[in-house]
């Protein structure tokens, strides 16, 4: 199985600020099948990129995705006041899928 | 608008059974793998199993393999879970989606508490 693992757990920071959040493989995931989801409480997942670095329906492009073999990243290039959210990864490159546990981006 | 309502959720006795049931509207759902993912308390979400459009196709996660069957009912435009010798490993959130690589779009999601 792979293990996916986020950091940093919580990031608290401004808006305008730019966000990094990193997703860490155990193995290399095949074909970079990979999605990023943003969740807001009370609320559903919503699928910002998948293998990697494909946005979504509707994601602002201050959104990007990239990212290879075991590890990728998520960067929000400035924070807006509705990017303060849970963002989670999740492999679908090998069964099991898995998901990793979160980072919270917080407002500082 | 694309909407996925789960329903069938509640309080089992360890060892009971229950079904879970999602209702897709504004797709076609024919179109579309669909899987169950679930949360449990203080836990990351888990993949469960995604089943292929047509329903004569499925994949599980090795710790509900042989007690959760997933299928579907396309002309109800519905997705089901049967879940069976329940444990309390087995208490959390169900949420179905839309897709199995990607999930576009998701439930609010069903509760299922097991316990004695």
């Known amino acids: 199985e792979i293990v996916l693992t986020q950091s940093p757990g919580t990031l608290s920071l401004s808006p305008g600020d730019g966000a990094t959040l990193s997703c860490r493989a155990s193995?290399?995931?095949?074909?970079?099948?990979l999605a990023w989801y943003q969740q807001k409480p009370g609320q559903t997942p919503r699928l910002l990129f998948w293998?990697?670095?494909n946005r979504g329906t509707g994601i602002p492009d201050r959104f990007s995705g990239s990212g290879s073999g075991t590890d990728f990243t998520l960067t929000i290039s400035r924070l807006e006041p509705e990017d303060f959210a849970v963002y989670f990864c999740?492999?679908?490159?090998?069964?099991?899928?898995?998901f990793g546990p979160g980072t919270k981006v917080d407002i500082k | 608008q694309v909407q996925l309502v789960e329903s069938g959720g509640g309080l089992v006795k360890p060892g009971g059974s229950l079904r879970l049931s999602c209702a897709a509207s504004?797709?076609?759902?024919?179109?579309?793998?669909m899987t169950w993912i679930r949360r449990a308390p203080g836990k990351e979400l888990q993949w469960i199993s995604y089943?292929?459009?047509?329903?004569?196709?499925?994949n599980y996660a090795d710790s509900v393999k042989g007690r959760f069957t997933i299928s579907r009912d396309n002309a109800k435009n519905s997705l089901y879970l049967q879940l069976s010798s329940l444990t309390d490993e087995d208490t959390g959130v169900y949420y179905c989606?839309?897709?199995?690589?990607?999930?576009?779009?998701w439930g609010q999601g069903t509760t299922v508490f097991v316990s004695s």
């Open positions: 989606a839309r897709g199995h690589l990607g999930l576009e779009v």
């Open positions: 504004g797709l076609t759902f024919s179109d579309f793998y």
């Open positions: 089943i292929d459009p047509s329903g004569t196709s499925a």
């Open positions: 193995q290399s995931v095949t074909r970079s099948q």
């Open positions: 293998d990697g670095s």
């Open positions: 999740h492999q679908y490159g090998a069964s099991p899928f898995t």
